[in-house]
């Protein structure tokens, strides 16, 4: 249980596997204009172009830095763009628009795979080629990358939350949104292994929606410790989740008895794994997958496929396997775990 987690975390960390480091973050605003210029401006025979799901926030700040740098070391003028929110209708938008500059290649990670679905579509039938990522089954993509099989990682942060607590207790969910694909694969996956492999666990809430939002996050958890006073752990899945949850927990005193765990960065959650708030991250790098989305766009244009065991040439990315039920969903082995001491040896 957390109460005694110093003796369960040392076990945990004494079990983990030493992490590479990557590229340092080189950060980003929330301006959008080059979407006003961008190919415009260059050729749009060697432009590509990446949706993320919002703009100004530490995630996709840091899929910015690898778009930029695969861009410069391609011949390719590349950027992000995105959103101030995470409203479907802002990155229908953005694609609508850039349709119109007729780019090789439009990447995107969806804030609702079925609200893109018609307008990627479109997209295709300009000849632009079209890779998706955090989107398993969406329609009218070319392929979608995914970093890992999305169940496998909702299980991993389920078995390191049921160690935490000693399989038992209240726990809570979030979601970045209903919507969000990957995100409600993360916590079905995990929520079907609680309930075969620790059974003395509940469930209160269904999946909890922060918007993508730290605050808003913060604002739900303290709801949360309000209504279930006797909570034992929050599972995060957007980025913003985990320290917006540790901030409410950290207020109320609860570091030492509420185990928090779930996807994040180490540059966002980095203060509150140092307190105890957080106790375990989970994530890929961003930037690398970034650079796999538009790899594999340029090999697409390129005529060339993916096929099993394409070697991207990026680390996590180097043996690629088609997912199990889908033609076009291939996944990598891009998976990263760290408690406090290995999110250290992170610099993003």
């Given at each position: 249980?957390?109460?005694?987690?110093?003796t369960?975390?040392?076990?945990?960390?004494?079990?983990?596997?030493?992490?590479?480091?990557?590229?340092?973050?080189?950060?980003?605003?929330?301006?959008?204009?080059?979407?006003?210029?961008?190919?415009?401006?260059?050729?749009?025979?060697?432009?590509?172009?990446?949706?993320?799901?919002?703009?100004?926030?530490?995630?996709?700040?840091?899929?910015?830095?690898?778009?930029?740098?695969?861009?410069?070391?391609?011949?390719?003028?590349?950027?992000?763009?995105?959103?101030?929110?995470?409203?479907?209708?802002?990155?229908?938008?953005?694609?609508?628009?850039?349709?119109?500059?007729?780019?090789?290649?439009?990447?995107?990670?969806?804030?609702?795979?079925?609200?893109?679905?018609?307008?990627?579509?479109?997209?295709?039938?300009?000849?632009i080629?079209?890779?998706?990522?955090?989107?398993?089954?969406?329609?009218?993509?070319?392929?979608?990358?995914?970093?890992?099989?999305?169940?496998?990682?909702g299980?991993?942060?389920?078995k390191?939350?049921?160690?935490?607590?000693?399989?038992?207790?209240?726990?809570?969910?979030?979601?970045?949104?209903?919507?969000?694909?990957?995100?409600?694969?993360?916590?079905?996956?995990?929520y079907?292994?609680?309930?075969?492999?620790?059974?003395?666990?509940?469930?209160?809430?269904?999946?909890?929606?922060?918007?993508?939002?730290?605050t808003?996050?913060?604002?739900?958890?303290?709801?949360?410790?309000?209504?279930?006073?006797?909570?034992?752990?929050?599972?995060?899945?957007?980025?913003?989740?985990?320290?917006?949850?540790?901030?409410?927990?950290?207020?109320?005193?609860?570091?030492?008895?509420?185990?928090?765990?779930?996807?994040?960065?180490?540059?966002?959650?980095?203060?509150?794994?140092?307190?105890?708030?957080?106790?375990?991250?989970?994530?890929?790098?961003?930037?690398?997958?970034?650079?796999?989305?538009?790899?594999?766009?340029?090999?697409?244009?390129?005529?060339?496929?993916?096929?099993?065991?394409?070697?991207?040439?990026?680390?996590?990315?180097?043996?690629?396997?088609?997912?199990?039920?889908?033609?076009?969903?291939w996944?990598?082995?891009?998976?990263?775990?760290?408690?406090?001491?290995?999110?250290?040896?992170?610099?993003?």
């Open positions: 249980m957390k109460i005694g987690r110093l369960v975390a040392s076990v945990s960390i004494a079990s983990m596997l030493a992490l590479t480091a990557c590229s340092t973050v080189g950060g980003t605003t929330g301006d959008n204009s080059a979407s006003n210029t961008g190919s415009a401006a260059g050729d749009s025979g060697k432009t590509m172009v990446t949706v993320v799901k919002v703009k100004g926030i530490a995630w996709f700040d840091r899929m910015d830095v690898g778009v930029k740098e695969w861009g410069a070391d391609n011949g390719y003028d590349t950027r992000t763009e995105g959103g101030t929110d995470v409203a479907p209708e802002k990155q229908i938008q953005i694609i609508q628009d850039l349709i119109a500059q007729k780019p090789v290649a439009i990447t995107v990670v969806p804030n609702s795979p079925e609200a893109l679905s018609a307008v990627l579509e479109q997209a295709r039938a300009q000849g080629k079209v890779v998706s990522h955090e989107a398993t089954g969406i329609k009218n993509v070319d392929v979608d990358i995914e970093a890992f099989d999305n169940a496998s990682y299980v991993d942060i389920m390191n939350i049921g160690e935490c607590t000693g399989g038992t207790g209240k726990y809570v969910q979030f979601v970045g949104g209903l919507t969000a694909k990957t995100h409600m694969e993360w916590v079905e996956a995990a079907d292994y609680q309930q075969k492999n620790f059974p003395n666990m509940e469930r209160v809430e269904t999946p909890i929606e922060s918007t993508d939002n730290e808003a996050a913060y604002e739900k958890a303290k709801e949360v410790l309000g209504k279930y006073p006797d909570i034992k752990a929050f599972q995060g899945s957007a980025g913003n989740d985990v320290p917006g949850i540790a901030r409410a927990i950290e207020e109320a005193g609860l570091s030492d008895q509420v185990c928090v765990m779930g996807t994040s960065i180490p540059s966002a959650s980095a203060k509150y794994l140092a307190t105890g708030s957080i106790d375990k991250i989970f994530f890929w790098d961003p930037a690398l997958a970034g650079k796999a989305q538009l790899q594999i766009a340029k090999i697409l244009a390129d005529g060339g496929t993916i096929t099993e065991g394409t070697d991207l040439g990026i680390e996590g990315y180097n043996n690629l396997h088609k997912l199990d039920g889908y033609d076009n969903v996944v990598g082995n891009a998976q990263i775990a760290a408690d406090a001491k290995q999110a250290k040896n992170y610099d993003f």
